[in-house]
């Protein structure tokens, strides 16, 4: 069975910096697209950033552009997500997901495209 396992989560103060991991149980290749989302409390679940595996595509929510930049160990069968000036609006559960299904550009943010889910970790910024 495929899995997806979070990693790297916790409290940091606005401004600060934190990257998230997602270690697959297989190779990250095998997946038309690898996604990070997010949920914050009473809010619906919203794709932060994707990668396209056919050519590479690298996609962004506008909220996070700039400050986060998602990334791929295909070796280590391992996605991340670096996050920088995290604000307090970055508070939410993370999660890694991918689909063996084609996907083509920015569908790869919406989250009923993806088959595949992590556990989630959880982001807090606060001072």
């Known amino acids: 069975q495929v899995q997806l396992v979070e990693s790297g989560g916790g409290l940091v103060q606005p401004g600060g910096s934190l990257r998230l991991s997602c270690a697959a149980s297989?190779?990250?290749?095998?997946?038309?697209?690898i996604a990070w989302f997010r949920q914050a409390p009473g809010k619906e679940r919203e794709g932060v950033s994707c990668?396209?595996?056919?050519?590479?595509?690298?996609y962004y929510a506008d909220s996070v552009k700039g400050r986060f930049t998602i990334s791929r160990d295909n070796a280590k069968n391992t996605m991340y997500l670096q996050m920088n000036s995290l604000k307090p609006e970055d508070t939410a559960v993370y999660y890694c997901?991918?689909?063996?299904?084609?996907?083509?550009?920015?569908?790869?943010?919406?989250?009923?495209?993806?088959?595949?889910w992590g556990q989630g970790t959880l982001v807090t910024v606060s001072s």
């Open positions: 990668i396209s595996s056919d050519d590479g595509s690298t």
């Open positions: 997901a991918a689909t063996l299904f084609p996907l083509r550009g920015t569908s790869c943010l919406d989250y009923r495209y993806l088959e595949v």
């Open positions: 297989r190779s990250t290749l095998d997946y038309y697209a």
